[in-house]
């Protein structure tokens, strides 16, 4: 009985998967929906979306991806069943593309709320992410020369706490605050305070 069942339920994996090549290959708007879905998912690695965000995106693609494939199914058999005009068969029709149109908005809604705000400022998170390692060691030194002015006025037990908590306020400074070194002086003193 299970060697009967094996070969049956390939079958059916391969009729699924024949399924979608066909859709693929003989509807635009599939390889329309399927090539954007790639670039939003290829987006998603490259920002570094958080787990949930991923899911929403992914869930809102599969959303589209399925419609798009019901409407197809939808149209195949009322061509099938009425090969004349029929209102009904138009109203079916229609109905099936609306469900496409609405998966395809709620997609478009969910991609800009995951993606809007990584996606305005490109330059500034490549300038960021480029200029940490350029000006990390020159960064490190500016702090190590605000300390070392402020540690003739402390005692001999307070200069190794003093240390610990400047290396500490590198590691923890935002990368975009490494560029500004003054404003970051607020943070150095408020984290020095806590960490003496």
Known sequence: MADRRAPAVLRSFNYAFEGVIHVLRTQRNMRIHFAIAAAVLVLAFIYDVTRLE????????????????????????????????????????????????????????VGYLVLADRLARPSTRLVNSLGDSVCRPAYRERIREHFASREAELCGDCKERNH?????????????????????????????????
């Open 54 to 109: 991923l899911i929403a995106l992914m869930i809102s693609i599969a959303f589209v991806l399925i419609a798009e494939m019901v409407n197809t199914a939808v149209e195949a058999t009322i061509d099938l069943s009425t090969p004349s005009f029929d209102p009904l068969a138009k109203i079916a029709k229609d109905i099936a593309a609306g469900a496409v149109l609405i998966a395809a908005a709620n997609a478009v809604a």
């Open 164 to 196: 610990n908590a400047r290396e500490l306020i590198y590691e923890n400074t935002p990368h975009g605050a490494r560029f500004n070194f003054l404003n970051c002086i607020a943070t150095v003193e408020k984290l020095t305070l806590a960490h003496l």
